[in-house]
């Protein structure tokens, strides 16, 4: 399994900005599906965004899709979402996610095909 270290979470008001982070300290995640989920209270964890594999396809969910931003820095072997225009339902805990490449992953983002994850980080959108 890989180690994967998320932060960047925190408190933001409606309409602010945030950047999460993923890294990983004895891999390279560019060999790696890459993937954003969230759990809110009480709701069952969703895929947010989902990158393939070095310059693979990505995934956005339908409600982030025009605000949030998924990419890698290979340099720092960090992937990053960019999340813009936050809104009180972006309230989660967010996990990242990886595994390596299947062809079943392309163009998806189902948790259940990722077997390495995160602590999480929670975002919380408020006024």
């Known amino acids: 399994q890989v180690q994967l270290v998320e932060s960047g979470g925190g408190l933001v008001q409606p309409g602010g900005s945030l950047r999460l982070s993923c890294t990983a300290s004895?891999?390279?995640?560019?060999?790696?599906?890459i993937g954003w989920f969230r759990q809110a209270p009480g709701k069952e964890r969703e895929g947010v965004s989902c990158?393939?594999?070095?310059?693979?396809?990505?995934y956005y969910a339908h409600s982030v899709k025009g605000r949030f931003t998924i990419s890698r820095d290979i340099a720092k072997n960090t992937v990053y979402l960019q999340m813009n225009s936050l809104k009180p339902e972006d309230t989660a805990v967010y996990y990242c996610?990886?595994?390596?490449?299947?062809?079943?992953?392309?163009?998806?983002?189902?948790?259940?095909?990722?077997?390495?994850w995160g602590q999480g980080t929670q975002v919380t959108v408020s006024s």
């Open positions: 996610a990886a595994e390596p490449p299947m062809p079943t992953m392309e163009g998806t983002c189902y948790a259940a095909a990722f077997g390495s």
């Open positions: 990158m393939g594999s070095g310059d693979g396809s990505t």
């Open positions: 004895e891999v390279t995640l560019d060999y790696y599906v």
